[in-house]
């Protein structure tokens, strides 16, 4: 694998595999890789002749910098793992790399973080979106690989490569998760053993907004949900609602679509975890 920093020598990097013929699969990632990154790096590895990730600590999607600074990092082990997933470069610039010649601009979302994440984390998206647009800009991939965990994320990201007409393929990914249901996350390191039980909470109340939903009404499913969260006191949710898939603006009833999502977002100890579930007629 190998593992380069500047802009310029990754663009040259795919430009050289692009000559070849090779199809290029991208893993944008902030680092502090577990096996929901690395099955992304599986499913880029299966569908592209090579494939590039990159580790950047993307200092405009926090609105915290406590969060920042206390971001996971964890390099020489990154290397190792994306090593034997199958990874054949590493992007790891520096901020000055990515930010210099660089001035961010404010991207029309389309109302997409009216909801759920956009209001907890103000600016969190456009940072996001900035960065992504920058990746590409070096890596210039044909596919890029999206877990769904970051459902938001997912739905930000693909209405802006539609809007701006990005070249790259957004491919959504399914939420990997723990044996127990909690989805695999770079935070989760941040848990004591203690708060990483009460964490499984989330899923569970997600289970059970699946289990209900299309049966009840929307706001008896809401109501089920919240009362399996209350099981767990130490867990302070931020927001749990339901949604149109596609727009993620919360639903007052089902009406006659045919799948809708279920977002939650909570405290647990000193992390904010986020999770999010499919719901199925
Ligand atoms: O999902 C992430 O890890 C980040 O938001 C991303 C897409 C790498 C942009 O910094």
Redesign the pocket.
């Known amino acids: 694998m190998d593992f380069i920093t500047s802009p310029p020598a990754i663009a040259e990097w795919t430009a050289q595999a692009r000559s070849t013929g090779a199809s290029i699969g991208f893993v944008?990632?902030?680092g502090a890789l577990h096996e929901g990154h690395l099955d992304l790096v599986h499913r880029a590895n299966a569908a592209c002749d090579r494939v590039v990730c990159s580790i950047?600590v993307?200092p405009l999607?926090f609105n915290n910098p406590e969060d920042l600074r206390l971001y996971p990092r964890q390099l020489d082990k990154d290397v190792e793992l994306l090593r034997a997933a199958g990874c054949n470069a590493l992007f790891a610039p520096g901020k000055e790399a990515i930010f210099s010649e660089f001035t961010p601009r404010t991207y029309d979302l389309g109302g997409l973080d009216d909801h759920w994440e956009g209001p907890s984390r103000p600016g969190h998206f456009q940072g996001?979106v900035n960065?992504?647009e920058r990746l590409f800009h070096y890596v210039r991939p044909d596919r890029a690989f999206?877990g769904e965990k970051?459902r938001q994320?997912l739905t930000i990201l693909r209405h802006i490569a539609r809007e701006q007409r990005w070249p790259e393929a957004i491919i959504p990914c399914a939420t990997v998760r723990s044996e127990d249901g909690l989805a695999l996350s770079s935070r989760n390191a941040r848990l004591d053993p203690t708060e990483r039980d009460q964490a499984t909470i989330l899923y569970k109340a997600l289970a059970v907004t699946a289990k209900e939903a299309f049966r009840s009404t929307v706001e008896a499913t809401r109501q089920a949900a919240l009362a399996k969260i209350a099981e767990e006191p130490a867990v302070t949710v931020d927001y749990f609602g339901i949604a149109d898939i596609d727009t993620l603006v919360p639903l007052a009833d089902w009406g006659t679509r045919s799948t809708a999502v279920a977002l939650i977002a909570a405290q647990v100890g000193p992390v904010r975890l986020i999770d999010n579930i499919t719901l199925l007629r």
């Open positions: 944008p990632t902030m950047f993307n999607q996001v960065v992504v999206f970051d994320q």
